[in-house]
């Protein structure tokens, strides 16, 4: 019986999915020893501080989480950071195999002019700071103005604009953080617009997503039926397509023909919409779109223009994964062929493709990261793991104090109706784990 230290870095959906498909391919001859690396004290990665809280159903994925966590050979090192704490290097040697689960958090830029200005806030800072990411509790967030710009035409852009469109009574039963609930609640937008810069059949929405926004119950969602019927007859030429395409555009459709309650919560969903200017003195006052055009197949711009006057522009146009020492980053993406970065260091999920994909895409990437890793296994490494390469004091959380963190969130959201009360302060969440 051969016995294999593992080493994953970053404790989202991918890092699991890799432990998970690790455990399963144990057998009378193999075994893993799996650590888990994370640099916040918190595991879960974006299905904690990214998906949406009034989304809750998404985050009980997290129970899968933490049955695999329960596994033999499973350890949780949270508060670690690699890069910081400890290099790629130390645990390239001191591990059969790593795999870099690190994800993508860096906001991709529009590269105008105005994003520069006050209130220009990128998603890869508003989504935590509402989902109280530790690192995020001080983004400033100002939401005085009657209307409100999301650039950019995927789920996290529909997220934000929903998050910035309901009701936030709607939001007071869900582990939004408490102070952008105080924020949202005296919010004074009614008039969100999403913009993207290319046609509906262009978008990155999925289906489930769009059907759920006409059972909003304190908003009106519009859509330009014109601009879906354009979008149906550009599709019907194009001959044989994707079913997910057809069924976008039919909920798209769907969105724009439901009658409307009147309500002064509006949301509106523009196609064909590019961001050219970001206008104001200090602080957004007003976004310029170009005009494009699908032809021949082709987004091209026209020489027409028009303005949103806004107070605030909200970018999600996708991120980057961060670099740190010892890695290359290319198109965004941590560089690999098929998962296998060099040495025994591999990478998966966002990461590895980019922000693309379900929390379940991850799920097959990583079974197809531990065939690789288990096809290219030598003889088992004789050495520590990470406690070996930790400076002494080093304030690791391991599993057991992360389910004291747990547990504290949860009775606190008991006490309140909700699910969990976030713990945002670095100093306590460690206390908590380490006491
Ligand atoms: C706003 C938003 C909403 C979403 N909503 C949904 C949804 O509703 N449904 C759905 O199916 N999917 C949703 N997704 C997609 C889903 O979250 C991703 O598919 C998934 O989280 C990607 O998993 P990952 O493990 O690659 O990355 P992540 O979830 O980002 O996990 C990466 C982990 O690595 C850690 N880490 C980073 N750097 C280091 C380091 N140097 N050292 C140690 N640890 C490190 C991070 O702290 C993090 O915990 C959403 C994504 C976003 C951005």
Redesign the pocket.
């Known amino acids: 019986m051969k016995q294999y230290k593992i080493a994953i870095?970053?404790?989202?959906?991918?890092?699991y999915f890799t432990a998970q498909a690790l455990q399963k391919a144990q057998d009378d001859e193999i075994t893993f020893a799996i650590d888990m690396?994370?640099?916040?004290p918190t595991?879960?990665?974006?299905?904690r501080s990214?998906?949406?809280p009034d989304?809750p159903k998404?985050k009980t994925v997290s129970k899968v989480f933490e049955k695999i966590a329960k596994e033999s050979g499973f350890r949780l090192f949270a508060n670690?950071?690699?890069?910081?704490d400890i290099s790629l290097k130390d645990l390239r040697e001191a591990y059969d195999a790593v795999v870099l689960?690190?994800?993508?958090?860096i906001g991709r830029k529009l590269g105008i002019p105005g994003e520069e200005l006050s209130n220009c806030i990128s998603?890869a800072d508003f989504?935590p700071w509402y989902n109280a990411h530790p690192d995020f509790t001080n983004v400033s967030v100002d939401l005085d103005a009657d209307t409100a710009v999301v650039i950019g035409a995927g789920?996290?852009a529909m997220?934000i604009a929903r998050m910035l469109a309901l009701d936030p009574s709607e939001l007071e039963p869900t582990d939004t953080a408490s102070y952008a609930l105080e924020i949202f609640k005296a919010s004074k937008v009614r008039n969100v617009y999403i913009c993207g810069r290319r046609g509906p059949e262009h978008a990155a929405f999925t289906a489930p997503?769009l059907r759920d926004l006409p059972k909003l119950e304190n908003t009106d969602v519009y859509i330009d039926s014109d601009q879906i019927n354009q979008a149906v007859i550009r599709v019907d030429q194009m001959g044989e397509v994707e079913k997910d395409l057809r069924n976008n555009l039919e909920a798209m459709r769907l969105i724009a023909e439901h009658s409307k309650k009147g309500v002064d919560r509006k949301l509106n969903i523009n196609f064909l919409a590019a961001p050219k200017e970001i206008k104001g003195s200090g602080k957004v006052e007003e976004v310029v779109f170009t005009i494009n055009e699908v032809k021949d197949g082709k987004v091209v711009a026209t020489d027409n223009t028009f303005t949103i006057k806004t107070g605030l522009v909200v970018t999600a146009i996708g991120?980057d994964a961060?670099e740190?020492p010892g890695i290359k980053i290319e198109n965004g993406r941590i560089a690999n062929i098929a998962g296998h970065v060099e040495h025994n260091i591999y990478v998966?999920?966002?990461?590895k493709r980019g922000?693309v994909?379900?929390?379940?895409?991850?799920k097959s990437d990583s079974s197809d990261v531990v065939d690789l890793i288990i096809e290219n296994l030598k003889e088992p490494k004789n050495s520590t793991g990470v406690e070996g390469l930790l400076k002494s004091g080093h304030e690791v959380i391991d599993q057991v104090g992360w389910e004291k963190i747990n547990a504290s969130e949860v009775i606190s959201g008991e006490l309140a109706g909700k699910p969990r009360v976030k713990e945002v302060d670095w100093k306590r969440l460690i206390s908590l784990g380490t006491s």
């Open positions: 870095v970053g404790a989202g959906p991918a890092g690396i994370e640099r916040l595991p879960w990665g974006l299905v990214g998906v949406a989304h998404i670690v950071e690699l890069g910081k689960a690190t994800g993508s958090t998603a989504v789920n996290v997220d997503e991120y961060v740190y998966t999920g966002w990461a922000p994909g379900v929390i379940g895409t991850n």
